[in-house]
């Protein structure tokens, strides 16, 4: 052990609570030294790890090591990471929360962050909420940004860079995202970690910046603009093609409109679909080109298909679900592959119609019925 030996802080509702998560510590790192908080003005410790459980204590620990020691890292460790949680965590200004029951990685990961200060952690104002989520989005980060402001408080819990939950007000999910997005006095609070929260988005954060930038609608090309009224017109005749039970318009993983068979529920599969498009995007980002354009998912009787339509910058693609076996299912390809081929004429031919400017308009103007 040295002088420079680090030294976290433990603390926990119970003793035993604190003896077992301080082994842990320092079975992970030799070398380590642990403290309580009673002992802590004397060792100067370098970060706190702090056992929060649900009740009407909750963040009251927290309080007293942030009362102690006003610059001290704290990473939250909680069961769940509920509204109120998050709010216990930004309110102390947490760098970081841990699941509980810890595991190894995820104790060794918080140490090592600190360790390296490579971290988004900490309080920021001035900066508009969508270059925060960009920002994140291209590091992937795993995280909760909370956001104060004069309308109140909200939350966007991200993973890999992608929002899968979202709360202000009575707002959840996707439209929490948007109206986080206009608000424009915010003070954020970044707190690295996965919440484990239940999903409640499933569309991709391009999706959302661009309807929560846009009134609502998120932005296109003015060409395709012009060129998806054609592509809605070819996915109605492919939906009527014998056992082809549903056909999607998507963008950036988001169900824009499309027709699915009255023997399916549209909102499941509009689901199923959105959630097969994020696995594509995902494995797009390892691989780049070499995922190839299309994913597919066979479940029982259905076989779900989700293929690129387009350039992949304008983040367009087209879902089908078809009854497996059946003789459509040796065609579909080539059937997707005539509209994705005529969408990019159309594309084309729009772009020198425009003089070769791509321009923007909202996806109202194309006349698309939006799908739940």
């Not at 409640?200 to 090309?221: F, K, N, Y």
Request: charged content about 20%; some cysteine; aromatic content about 2%.
């Amino acid at each position: 052990m040295t002088a420079s030996s680090p030294i976290v802080l433990v603390a926990a509702p119970e003793p035993a609570q604190s003896k077992v998560l301080a082994e842990m510590l320092r079975a992970l790192r030799p070398g380590l030294r642990t403290v309580d908080l009673e002992s802590s003005a004397e060792a100067t410790p370098t970060m706190a790890m702090v056992l929060e459980l649900p009740g009407s204590n909750l963040g009251k620990l927290s309080a007293q090591v942030r009362d102690r020691h006003p610059n001290l890292a704290i990473a939250v460790i909680s069961p769940t990471f509920d509204d109120e949680t998050i709010e216990a965590a930004a309110k102390v200004g947490a760098a970081a929360i841990i699941p509980s029951p810890c595991e190894s990685s995820a104790l060794t990961q918080v140490l090592r962050a600190h360790e390296r200060k490579v971290t988004f952690a900490g309080r920021v104002s001035g900066i508009e909420t969508g270059e925060l989520l960009r920002l994140h989005a291209i590091s992937g980060s795993d995280g909760v940004l909370v956001l104060e402001g004069a309308a109140g408080s909200g939350a966007i819990h991200l993973e890999g860079g992608q929002p899968v939950h979202a709360r202000v007000a009575d707002l959840r999910g996707a439209e929490a995202v948007v109206a986080l997005l206009t608000w424009t006095d915010a003070r954020a609070t970044w707190i690295a970690g996965r919440s484990g929260c239940a999903r409640t988005i499933v569309g991709r954060i391009q999706g959302l910046l661009e309807r929560g930038e846009g009134a609502g609608e998120p932005s296109v090309d003015r060409a395709a603009v012009e060129a998806l009224g054609d592509v809605v017109e070819k996915l109605e005749r492919l939906s009527q093609t014998p056992d082809i039970l549903a056909a999607y318009l998507l963008r950036n993983a988001e169900v824009l409109t499309g027709h699915v068979d009255a023997e399916l529920d549209s909102a499941l599969v509009g689901r199923a679909l959105s959630r097969l498009a994020l696995v594509f995007h995902d494995m797009e980002e390892q691989q780049g080109d070499g995922a190839g354009s299309e994913i597919q998912a066979t479940v029982g009787e259905y076989r779900l298909v989700v293929d690129r339509l387009g350039p992949s910058r304008l983040g367009y693609q087209i879902g089908v679900v078809v009854r497996q076996a059946t003789p459509v299912c040796k065609s579909l390809r080539r059937l997707i592959r005539q509209i994705d081929r005529s969408f990019r004429r159309s594309l084309a031919q729009g772009g020198q119609a425009h003089g070769g400017s791509s321009g923007s308009g909202s996806l109202q103007a194309t006349g698309l019925p939006r799908v739940a």
